[in-house]
Structure formats: C-alpha cells, structure tokens
C-alpha cells in the first residue's frame, strides 16, 4: 500500500513537499516514481529513484525544480518541488515498480509500475 500526502494549494513560485509512506510489501527494494495527471491529460511522469537512492531520474520539465528522495528505513519516497509554476498543478501519485531488473534503473514508463497510491491533489496559483 502506498499513501501519498503533502499537497495543496501554492501560490507560483513557492514550494511543497510531498511524501509517499509505504507498507506491506518490500518496498524498500522496488523502484520508486511519482507520476502526475493534469485534467484532461494522461498520467505523465515527473520522477524516479532507484531502490537505493543513489540514481535519481526527472522529466525535462521540472530539472532543476525537483529533487526525489528516500527513506528506506521509514519505507518513504519524498518530492521536494520549489519554484512551483500554475502548470505543475495536477494530482500528484506515488508508484512502485516490483521489477528487480529495474530496481537499479528506473524506467518513465507508466505501465511499468504495479502499486500506486491514491494521489494527492497540488494547486499552483498564478
């Protein structure tokens, strides 16, 4: 099960921090994403770490913006997001990928991952 918490409402230029907490599975050995889905548009992925930690992967659009990070001993995954734009406004899931083969690099791939948490609603004001 993954939980996904920390949106709201931001005004643009500001900053949020979302955390995903994770339970009853080894999550602290899959991949990790965050995805997100605009209205009207189809899930897009923003971010990915590895099991470890040690690789982090970003979308264009929000390098340099962004920083995924995780606790393995809390069973958590972070998105730190400042410089917040009106089009960063989505709702924002976490996902976990099972697939050892993928454990060290993550793919952007929506269909890649098994276990999604049930989102969690970010708003930037222009």
């Known amino acids: 099960q993954l939980q996904a918490s920390g949106g709201g409402l931001v005004q643009a230029g500001g900053s949020l921090r979302l955390s995903c907490a994770a339970s009853?599975?080894?999550?602290?050995?899959?991949?990790m994403a965050w995805f997100r889905q605009a209205p009207g548009k189809e899930r897009e992925f923003v971010a990915a770490i590895n099991w470890s930690g040690g690789s982090t992967y970003y979308t264009d659009s929000v390098k340099g913006r962004f920083t995924t990070s995780r606790d393995n001993a809390k069973i958590a995954v972070y998105l730190q997001m400042n410089s917040l734009k009106p089009e960063d406004t989505a709702v924002y899931y976490c996902?976990?990928?099972?697939?050892?083969?993928?454990?060290?690099?993550?793919?952007?791939?929506?269909?890649?991952?098994?276990?999604w948490g049930q989102g969690t609603l970010v708003t930037v004001s222009s």
């Open positions: 996902a976990a990928d099972r697939a050892y083969r993928r454990a060290l690099a993550p793919g952007p791939n929506v269909r890649e991952y098994n276990f």
């Open positions: 009853g599975r080894p999550f602290g050995n899959y991949a």
